[in-house]
């Protein structure tokens, strides 16, 4: 089984950036699509960002699209998260999440096999 370990999170003023890494153990990271998770105080965990086993192929919540680039890079068994314009309201901690079928891209909580441990991104105002 893949395990994922995030990293990248912090304090950020409105308008900054931040990079999130996600890293996996195992040699079978390439078979599986990823995805990026976010969970805000008193909310519920929601889809973030997803990218296909290849990385042809990315999915982004409407509330971050146009701002947020998830990448991977096979070689190094690593997903990124590249957060840019950032805003008060994406304050949450951030979560890395394998699929429970390798190929389904995870958009849904429900389709979540493996969570990493969170990392935190707070952006002040």
């Known amino acids: 089984q893949v395990q994922l370990v995030e990293s990248g999170g912090g304090l950020v003023q409105a308008g900054g950036s931040l990079r999130l890494s996600c890293a996996t153990s195992?040699?079978?990271?390439?078979?599986?699509?990823m995805g990026w998770f976010r969970q805000a105080p008193g909310k519920e965990r929601e889809f973030v960002a997803g990218?296909?086993?290849?990385?042809?192929?990315?999915y982004y919540a409407d509330s971050v699209k146009g701002r947020f680039t998830i990448s991977r890079d096979n070689a190094k068994n690593t997903v990124y998260l590249q957060m840019n314009s950032l805003k008060p309201e994406d304050t949450a901690v951030y979560y890395c999440?394998?699929?429970?079928?390798?190929?389904?891209?995870?958009?849904?909580?429900?389709?979540?096999?493996?969570w990493g441990q969170g990392t935190q991104v707070t952006v002040s105002s």
């Open positions: 195992g040699s079978i990271f390439s078979m599986y699509a």
């Open positions: 990218i296909s086993r290849s990385g042809d192929s990315t």
């Open positions: 999440a394998a699929p429970r079928r390798t190929l389904v891209v995870p958009q849904r909580v429900e389709e979540v096999g493996r």
